[in-house]
């Protein structure tokens, strides 16, 4: 086992930002010119650090596997997004934002990258508001704000409903801006498919154009990941259709260590699953939680309608349980609840595994047309999905896959074990620790990708030497024939079972025994599972066509071959952490109260896991977790 | 319930395309359209053909990706409503379905139901931005913005840039689309400064990709699953014309 460094700056901890940035190597203008960057992923890390790259004089290549870059999965962020600008008056700092992410991150996270995170939040809303996102404002023309989750202030910004959706245009127009000028050429409907790498240092991606099925190269100085998360293991989440580990996990097999694989972000308030041939899960977003209210039936087995349950036959659990945070407490908190009450046979809906979000005493102290201000756009989502009227009955919600903490392993300059490999977005594992809080991913993929990965990137181009590489080396021919070698397997199976079947299957184990609560018993026989799906994956596989056009079968396939090799590493990292934190509960470790269990004296560290070659185990390398400012204490939201 | 579909078939833009029936028997009513079209796909790989290709990704409404035209409208009957969130429950049992890709010059067809739309981005690319680069904004609260404006802006910046208007217009114009663009910035004190440059560098580019002109018929407003209006298409004619008259060379 090395050691991994994760070069975290010396001084203070508010000094340590400023710090690196003064040690950094720059690049002058005139010379950044000369040095190509890609960029993987046009969400919001990806697209605000191509801008912001292109913008600072560098060439820089983006490739995005939509049709357009404004389709990215950011796009569908509804909430809102945190910053500590105390616009309130209402005892917010950088260190109470820093505080509140590390315990929500139930002390899993790496203090020095979440305090980053926390200064630069103001910076953020700042530049966006400058990019003319209409996030909402008051009467007197100023910012309004809500609060979220695990915080007992009001920080997180928003629009209407669709905080991410305006956060992303903005970067994508900063992007389209960028392209205009000829700093940034797009490359869209191309997803990676391998990272080359040449002298231990990352030197470009094979991609495939997926409307001609040909392989392409791509030479660069620098990569960055910004592909998002890996939610869609499950099957059934509330990521996009089409977001997906491949480009991630192909560089994990390239030698990039995989962080923290098992932290799994359940969302609490998600439309629950109806019929066997749904295709993905519905959020309703965590600001709901501001007015809805949490409840079910005291009474196991009381089938009368929601409206018919008088006041004192209703149990809102997580009001009576946790009175200082009541129904807004941390995610991981809230879910962990809803699944108990339901497994004590007190869920609601047809399968029982529903509670109810009720606005009603919010509508009668608010009135109708204030609740519909607030969050119409959800009301009327929701009405569409379950073709129930929500201002009238309550919503029946639960949990369901949103968010994946763990990711790429990255240095505090957000580069992975691969030098010239950077990682940026959800697709890195730094900054929510075992559990992210609500308004928190939009922040931190625009830090990444505005204000971190340009110094980062700058330093490292600053301070390497680089020998020219072109498409022609041999190491991107290997990589673009064993892409093609691989899809051509695929294909060639011709079995018996579509890339869906089986992508339900590995979603059913996963969701069971890798889901909310896991047991060692469990992770023990989804790792015997697992395996015989990737055999069945292999040999009875159905992909029509074949390699030479559009094929959303094969596109399909092979992002799934990747994720039945990345479940199981959850698994495997399920297994190891012998303790319970923040979105990883092991039933085995828990309060009295129910609570998860930490153990701080021997899994106080990050879980890196590196790859050793095709069907063998991968080997776990550790980075201790060192907390200087915050004491660790068991969280408490009572 | 049971369904005929006729969806249209066209292996690239070179091909000639044509539609191809389909029985569908079973359907639930709380599915939605795409999760139908799912099912028949899967049932077309098991006989062993290819399946029906179609852009799609977020499946609630935000992405912009899903470009249907069925039984005649773009994104289907419902209003304010993407092909992604419709539900079979709004079909009858027997109904026969025609399912066609966004129609238009400018938007040509890759595979099946799936169109190219590049042509939004880069009417975008030719001024749809501020100009600001990252560091140089200043504080957030600096510039006080009207709750008024700033809520007229949202609901121009709601376009999710699908292109229905463009598929639901005669003459396949892009205006409702710039339009909101344009508006949400020019709206905007942080877009003031460039609004003129803007909205003719966007409308010389929207003319360039081969869009039709705007004959002011509504079908746009229609069909437009985040309802915007043509109180846009209003503002960028008096923008554009504004921009005319300080242009100086
Ligand atoms: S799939 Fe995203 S809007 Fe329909």
Redesign the interface.
């Known amino acids: 086992m090395t050691k991994l460094d994760a070069k975290i700056p010396s001084g203070e901890l508010s000094q340590k930002w400023s710090n690196r940035k003064f040690e950094n190597k720059l690049v002058n203008p005139a010379n950044r010119r000369k040095h190509k960057i890609i960029v993987v992923g046009t969400g919001l890390a990806g697209a605000s650090a191509a801008a912001s790259l292109g913008e600072m004089g560098y060439h820089v290549d983006a490739l995005t596997i939509h049709d357009s870059a404004r389709r990215a999965h950011s796009i569908a962020a509804q909430g809102g997004i945190n910053a500590a600008k105390n616009y309130k008056n209402d005892g917010d700092s950088v260190y109470r934002l820093f505080y509140d992410t590390v315990k929500g991150g139930d002390y899993r996270s790496r203090e020095a990258n979440v305090h980053r995170l926390a200064e630069l939040s103001g910076n953020i809303i700042d530049q966006c508001v400058a990019q003319g996102v209409p996030f909402a404002r008051d009467y007197g023309g100023l910012l309004d704000n809500r609060s979220f989750g695990g915080a007992q202030v009001s920080r997180t910004f928003y629009a209407r409903g669709q905080t991410g959706q305006q956060l992303l245009l903005g970067a994508y127009a900063a992007l389209m801006r960028q392209v205009e000028n000829k700093n940034v050429r797009m490359l869209p409907r191309r997803e990676m498919l391998d990272l080359v790498v040449i002298d231990g240092k990352a030197r470009g991606v094979v991609a495939r154009n997926l409307l001609t099925g040909e392989i392409e190269s791509y030479e660069a100085d620098a990569v960055l990941l910004c592909t998002g998360g890996y939610g869609n293991v499950f099957y059934l989440s509330t990521n996009a259709k089409n977001s997906n580990a491949t480009a991630a996990w192909r560089c994990h097999k390239r030698g990039a260590y995989f962080a923290n694989p098992c932290y799994t972000q359940i969302h609490p308030t998600c439309i629950p699953v109806s019929g066997d041939h749904q295709s993905k899960l519905t959020l309703m977003s965590e600001s709901l939680r501001n007015d809805g209210r949490v409840w079910v039936p005291k009474q196991k087995g009381d089938k009368r309608p929601a409206n018919e349950i008088p006041e004192q036959d209703r149990d809102y659990y997580l009001e009576r349980i946790y009175p200082s945070f009541g129904n807004l407490v941390p995610r991981d908190v809230a879910s962990r609840n809803a699944k108990k009450v339901c497994d004590e046979g007190l869920g609601v809906g047809e399968s029982g595994l529903a509670v109810y979000l009720d606005f009603s005493d919010a509508i009668k102290r608010d009135g109708e047309d204030t609740i519909r201000a607030k969050y119409g756009n959800l009301f009327q989502m929701y009405e569409k999905i379950t073709a129930e009227n929500p201002y009238k009955l309550p919503m029946r919600i639960f949990p369901a896959v949103h968010y994946t903490m763990g990711g790429l392993w990255v240095d505090y300059n957000l580069m992975s074990t691969i030098p010239g490999l950077f990682v940026l977005g959800e697709a890195n594992f730094s900054d929510h620790g075992a559990n992210r809080l609500g308004a928190s991913a939009l922040m931190q993929g625009l830090a990444d990708g505005y204000f971190v990965a340009p110094y980062s990137v700058g330093n490292y181009i600053g301070a390497t030497k680089m020998e020219k590489v072109d498409t022609n080396h041999e190491a991107f021919k290997t990589a673009a024939a064993e892409s093609i070698g691989l899809n051509d397997k695929m294909i060639a199976a011709k079995g018996s079972q579509t890339v869906d079947q089986i992508h339900r299957k590995l979603g059913k184990i996963m969701w069971d025994k890798c889901g909310m609560a896991r047991n060692k018993e469990g992770l023990e026989e989804a790792l015997r599972e697992i395996p015989k799906l990737k055999e069945e994956f292999k040999n009875d596989l159905a992909v029509p066509g074949d390699g030479s056009d559009i094929n959303q079968e094969l596109e399909k396939a092979w992002r799934l071959g990747d994720f039945l090799e990345l479940g199981e590493l959850m698994c495997r990292d399920a297994l190891n952490r012998e303790e319970s934190c923040g979105g990883h509960f092991r039933e085995e470790h828990q309060t009295p109260e129910n609570e998860a269990l930490r153990d701080d004296e021997n899994y106080c560290y990050v879980a890196a896991w590196e790859h050793k070659g095709e069907g063998q185990a991968q080997e776990l390398h550790k980075e201790e977790l060192k907390f200087e400012n915050v004491k660790l204490t068991q969280r408490s939201y009572k | 319930m049971n369904l005929t579909l006729k969806v249209w078939r066209q292996?690239?833009d070179k091909d000639k395309g044509r539609f191809v029936e389909y029985k569908l028997n079973d359907v639930?009513p709380?599915?939605?359209f795409?999760?139908m079209l799912?099912?028949l796909n899967?049932d077309?790989?098991?006989q062993?053909?290819?399946?029906i290709?179609f852009?799609?990704?977020?499946?609630?409404?935000?992405?912009?990706?899903c470009s249907m035209v069925i039984n005649g409208s773009a994104h289907g009957p419902d209003k304010?409503?993407t092909t992604c969130?419709l539900?079979m429950?709004r079909f009858k049992d027997g109904e026969v379905i025609h399912v066609e890709p966004f129609r238009a010059k400018a938007f040509p067809i890759?595979?099946d139901l799936?169109v190219?739309?590049?042509a939004?981005?880069r009417i975008?690319?030719?001024?749809?931005?501020?100009?600001?680069?990252?560091?140089?904004?200043?504080?957030?609260?600096a510039i006080?913005?009207?709750?008024e404006y700033?809520?007229m802006?949202?609901d121009a910046?709601?376009c999710?840039?699908c292109g229905a208007c463009v598929a639901s217009c005669k003459n396949a114009s892009a205006m409702l689309f710039v339009s909101a663009k344009v508006s949400?910035?020019s709206l905007?004190p942080?877009?003031a400064p460039e609004k003129h440059e803007r909205v003719l560098k966007m409308v010389a580019q929207m003319d360039k990709e081969g869009f039709g002109n705007c004959t002011v018929t509504g079908a746009c407003e229609a069909a437009c699953p985040k309802e915007i209006t043509l109180e846009n298409i209003a503002r960028m004619n008096r923008e554009f014309l504004g921009g005319f008259a300080v242009k100086r060379k």
């Open positions: 292996k690239s639930s709380d599915v939605s795409l999760e799912d099912v899967q077309i790989i098991h062993g053909h290819d399946p290709a852009d799609h990704d977020c499946r609630e409404g935000i992405c912009g990706s304010a409503t969130q539900h429950r890759h595979k799936m190219d739309r590049s939004f981005d975008q690319q030719a001024g749809g931005y501020v100009s600001v680069n990252t560091g140089n904004a200043p504080d957030a609260n006080p913005v009207s709750k700033s809520d802006a949202f910046a709601a999710i840039g949400h910035l905007l942080q877009g």
